[in-house]
């Protein structure tokens, strides 16, 4: 699996953005999809995932103001981002793997243990 995020950058508080995550070798009915950041001095949260039928779970701090979506092959996922606040400045994750996240640790060490589940990371800055 191979997985290539898009997107991110800057945004003002209350603005929006969309990161993409391109997705080859995946099979289309396989793993759930999932975002992951991490914001400075912190550690990998769980943002949201989506799986291969479309069901969709979001962290609490997200509910309601971002949105995840996939086409239909599965090639991209994406992550609409909207009434974004100062606090979901981060670096963005995409992966095809549900992450071990306790103990809490670094998004940067998951994925190195598993290099084929997860895409490059994308800064998200957002000012007020």
């Known amino acids: 699996v191979r997985l290539v995020v898009s997107g991110g950058g800057s945004a003002q508080a209350a603005g929006s953005l969309r990161l993409s995550c391109t997705v080859s070798g995946l099979p289309p009915y396989d793993s759930d999809l999932h975002w992951y950041r991490q914001a400075a001095g912190n550690e990998c949260d769980f943002v949201t995932r989506?799986?291969?039928?479309?069901?969709?779970f979001y962290a609490d701090s997200v509910k309601g103001r971002f949105t995840i979506s996939q086409d239909n092959a599965r090639n991209t996922v994406y992550l609409q981002m909207n009434n974004l606040k100062v606090e979901d400045t981060a670096v963005y994750y995409c992966?095809?793997?549900?992450?071990?996240?306790?103990?809490?640790?670094?998004?940067?060490?998951?994925?190195?243990?598993?290099?084929?589940?997860w895409g490059q990371g994308t800064l998200v800055t957002v000012s007020s």
């Open positions: 992966a095809a793997e549900d992450a071990p996240l306790i103990p809490p640790q670094s998004c940067t060490v998951i994925a190195a243990t598993a290099p084929d589940a």
């Open positions: 989506i799986s291969s039928a479309g069901s969709t």
